[in-house]
């Protein structure tokens, strides 16, 4: 593993090289070229090139992703996620920052466990109250009352090449299937 550690770190810097200043070369270049086509139109070569540019700088913003997931796993890893202390320690600091350990209430600081949870509970309530119903009267709003034979169309039965002509008539991108496509 000694003996490896020279070879990696020097192909890393020659051929892999800085993965920041990589990006930040292509975000260089392909703003020099978007600025030269506010002022002129670009020829063929700019176009292809700034295109090439595009797909490299995409290129390395997934690599420079998957480095930091590596890092991270990394980490997890070389830390441990087997009841280790570390885990326990991450565990925990997410528990206590998510936790309401104060809470305004009417402009007082409410500390304890037991009022916080009752005024919590009484906020739930009142956003999430059963709506009062309101009965108001259809003719009031200006519709139109059905004709008596609209009215008998809408008790009959639907058939099935109602059914089709209803399927077909839509448009085939608009519901996705099961899997997602259309």
Known sequence: MQNMKNPIQKWNREVFGHIHRRINCFQ???IKLENT???KELLEQEWLRKEA???QLWLWMTRKERYWKQLSQCKWIREGDRNSKYFHLTASMRRQWKAIDMLMIDE???CDRDQ???ALSKHLKLQYRKPVETSFDMLAIGLQKLKQEDFIGLEEPITTQEIT?????CDPSKAPRYDGFN
């Open 28 to 30: 260089e270049e392909i």
């Open 37 to 39: 086509a506010q002022d």
């Open 53 to 55: 540019l595009h797909s």
């Open 108 to 110: 007082e600081e409410v």
């Open 116 to 118: 916080i949870k009752r």
């Open 165 to 169: 002509e209803a399927l077909w008539s």
